[in-house]
């Protein structure tokens, strides 16, 4: 039996190994056919040659694609003849690209429709640091994650003030815009210096306008730009600084230095907020058709026919233009219109939404607007009631007569950009006038912009 036994063993020792053997040959042709194999474009896997995997599969785990804003995470990676290769999904389209030159495919994917312009600025204007400040860190955060990012931020923001800010504010609203570049810019000399400058009469009604009865005799002629000042013919009673702003904005912005390399500016007020990702892209629609306005808001606000502040215009434009603009007006196809009306002839003169517009900033250069825009702030400084709505609208109504359809509403063109200001979105539909529940609204409807911006509501 002892023999039998012996006998036996060696011959189940050869079945066990050549079941092995055929085990062994299957692992390897498996792992030589995947070493060579090219995986699927639509596979999730990440895919390594398995002569290398414990040198290769580390580095695979940890080179991964830095996210951008307005792009989806890479979320799939493989080898493919060597070469890294990255899927990009941007608006639900799954774009190729090698890491070599993974950022600036990633910017090019996510911005295929939106066309970077040079001398592009978002400006805005404030009295100081503290004017607005949470509306406009809001603004500056919404306007990037809503528009600027597609263009690779490649509008400038600019920031006017009247007085200086403290250092660390000016760095403190730079990044919330960074990348884009922002600066903030003292606008003009100290109050005093201004006033010094103005003639004893402009000096000594400025000073009675503000409460300072004896005017230029008076033992107290300190005035700030926080004196409620009126004027004569006018109802408005507003701070000094908040008339100096109309000034500003109706006159000296066009020209100042700070714009001089910029040829469209995109005014914000400081407390209007886009409420969604835009679609459409503003300024290459004014550079396609060379417009030398796009507003939203008309009409918004008016000078009464037969009033007072009627007369002295249409003095103001016949004296520059020769000609009497009257009743601005929305033609059909959406632009603006105007009527040259007759000597005598007294018409109410509506003019374009003040908030938000796009201004060719050559057009507004024109020596022929710069005469009217300074005549349209006298005949004394410092006036609130010729403010800057009015004189955004006329020049744009006079090159209409030249070129029709060279200002419109941006809703002519399709665009609905969902600007909050004033309980209403673009001016027309109705928006939430409380924070809280304009926040709360955006929450909802635009999580991206909420997630990007929710640290300055």
Not at 4 to 10: A, D
Request: glycine share 4%; proline share 4%.
């Amino acid at each position: 039996m002892g023999q039998v036994r012996l006998s036996q063993n060696p011959i189940k020792i050869r079945k066990h190994h050549g079941f092995i053997l055929a085990f062994i040959a299957v692992l390897v042709f498996v792992q030589y056919y995947n070493s060579f194999r090219i995986p699927s474009i639509n596979e999730e896997e990440t895919f390594i040659s398995v002569t290398d995997v414990e040198e290769e599969n580390p580095v695979a785990q940890d080179e991964t694609f830095t996210p951008h804003d307005g792009a989806s995470f890479v979320n799939k990676t493989l080898n493919r003849d060597n070469n890294r290769i990255a899927i990009l999904s941007v608006n639900n389209k799954e774009t190729i690209i090698d890491d070599t030159d993974a950022e600036e495919e990633i910017l090019a994917a996510q911005n295929e429709t939106f066309t970077a312009h040079d001398g592009v600025a978002f400006v805005t204007k404030t009295l100081h640091h503290d004017n607005n400040k949470k509306h406009l860190q809001k603004m500056i955060c919404l306007v990037n994650a809503a528009y600027n990012y597609k263009v690779n931020y490649s509008y400038d923001f600019i920031i006017f003030t009247t007085l200086p800010w403290p250092e660390e504010e000016v760095e403190r609203i730079k990044a919330i815009a960074f990348p884009a570049k922002l600066s903030v810019i003292l606008e003009g000399p100290p109050l005093d210096e201004r006033v010094a400058a103005l003639s004893e009469e402009d000096q000594d009604y400025l000073l009675k306008r503000c409460g300072i009865e004896g005017g230029i005799h008076d033992n107290n002629t300190n005035i700030t730009w926080f004196h409620h000042c009126t004027e004569k013919d006018s109802h408005l009673v507003a701070n000094l600084g908040y008339s100096w702003q109309a000034e500003f904005r109706s006159y000296h912005i066009w020209t100042h230095s700070a714009l001089k390399d910029y040829t469209y500016m995109m005014w914000f007020d400081g407390d209007a907020q886009p409420a969604r990702e835009w679609d459409k892209d503003p300024v290459d629609a004014m550079v396609q058709k060379n417009l030398s306005l796009m507003y939203t808001g008309f009409p918004y606000g008016t000078v009464r026919p037969y009033s007072v502040m009627n007369k002295a215009m249409r003095q103001k434009l016949n004296q520059t233009y020769g000609k009497n603009l009257c009743r601005p007006h929305t033609k059909s196809d959406g632009s603006l219109g105007v009527d040259i009306c007759k000597d005598g002839e007294n018409k109410a003169f509506d003019q374009v939404a003040g908030y938000w517009h796009l201004t060719n900033l050559d057009v507004y250069r024109k020596e022929i607007h710069q005469k009217y825009l300074k005549l349209h702030i006298g005949p004394f400084p410092f006036s609130r009631q010729w403010d800057d709505q009015i004189a955004v609208t006329v020049p744009a109504a006079y090159e209409s007569l030249e070129n029709p359809g060279s200002a419109v509403d941006m809703s002519s063109l399709g665009m609905h950009l969902k600007i909050r200001h004033h309980r209403k979105y673009d001016a027309k539909e109705k928006a939430p006038g409380s924070d809280a529940v304009f926040i709360k609204q955006l929450k909802e409807d635009w999580p991206e912009g909420y997630n990007k911006c929710h640290k300055y509501f």
